[in-house]
């Protein structure tokens, strides 16, 4: 995914002019609603619609319409789906790519 008002409507956690998926920019988000939350993440909406991904470890927060969050899942999963065919039958493994 590209960040900062990209076409995939993924933004990086810095501040930035308003884009046109969000219906605020960062500073005027109003109180938060957590959706989830694990060890490493925190998935929050705010009063505008903007939903928030908190990266705990790295303190990185990606701001998504609700559209982009759907691609991002669907991403996750495949990706999982990939990772998990490898612990079950690691001759699927990729051989490296060459390096110069």
Known sequence: MRAEG????????????????????????GPHEELARTTGFRLTRCSCGTVHLHVTKSGVTLQLSETS??????AATAAQR????????????HSPLPTN
Do not use: I, Q, Y
Not at 16 to 22: E, F, V, Y
Not at 82 to 93: T, W
């Open 6 to 29: 990209s076409a995939s409507g993924v933004r990086s956690g810095a501040r930035s002019a308003k884009t046109p998926w969000m219906a605020n920019d960062r500073g005027a988000c």
């Open 69 to 74: 969050l759907a691609e991002l899942v669907n």
């Open 82 to 93: 990939k990772v998990e065919a490898v612990l079950v039958d690691p001759a699927r493994v």
